[in-house]
């Protein structure tokens, strides 16, 4: 057992690294983590929150927060807790990162016909050496992802409207259309917004 105390800055740290599957920011900018305990043991215990409920990409996001801050030396057990109260809202984002997601603003920098467009991937994946996953956009502009968020970029080829994308996204994950329809919609406006998807011709 290490001696050395774990600090809240540490674990904050840690947590930076943790994306949010549904926009490419880290938890603790968006506003995401309600409250972090670090015992006098080093058993950590965070409160955290989801932008939505009962997403179907959220499971991942709790082992990318025990496995991110799992590095840090000394740790002792983590407990995520999943809180909803206060509801989140993106108010709670940092002020810097909403300006530059143009929350408060309107959307997307063009208006997606979602029987048109066919969204073709940018940027390229990059694996980490801790298994975790990265996009690079053309900028190399990091962004933290899941094997979900891989899954659906990759199957942006060009060739397919987001209409049909979605349907297959559906029924992949053995849900509704109406389940994935916002979170697929989401999807495209993030990775468009992150450089992650080329814009319509």
């Known amino acids: 057992m290490s001696s050395q105390k774990v600090t809240d800055e540490q674990v904050f740290n840690a947590l930076r690294k943790c994306m949010d599957p549904e926009i490419p920011v880290n938890v603790v900018d968006l506003g995401l983590i309600y409250n972090v305990r670090v015992h006098s043991t080093n058993d950590v215990g965070i409160e955290m929150t989801m932008t939505t409920r009962g997403c179907p990409l959220h499971d991942t996001l709790v082992s990318d927060v025990k496995r991110s801050v799992g ?37 997307l920098r063009f208006q997606i016909d979602y029987e048109k467009y066919k969204p073709a991937k940018a940027g390229k994946l990059t ?3 801790d298994g975790s996953m ?22 942006c080829e060009g060739n397919k409207t987001v209409t049909e994308l979605t349907d297959d996204f559906a029924k992949k994950l ?14 495209v406006e993030q990775l468009f917004d992150s450089g992650l998807l080329q814009p319509p011709p």
Do not use: H, Y
């Open 134 to 155: 990265v996009l690079l956009n053309e900028s190399n502009q990091a962004f933290m992802v899941n094997q979900a968020i891989v899954d659906f970029w990759n199957s």
């Open 174 to 187: 053995s849900m509704t259309r109406e389940q994935v329809e916002k979170e697929v919609l989401q999807l």
């Open 127 to 129: 694996p980490q050496e």
């Open 71 to 107: 590095k840090i030396t000394g740790i002792g057990n983590i407990d995520v807790k999943i809180v909803w109260e206060p509801p989140w809202t993106s108010d709670k984002i940092n002020p810097v990162v909403r300006q530059r997601l143009g929350i408060g603003k309107p959307k």
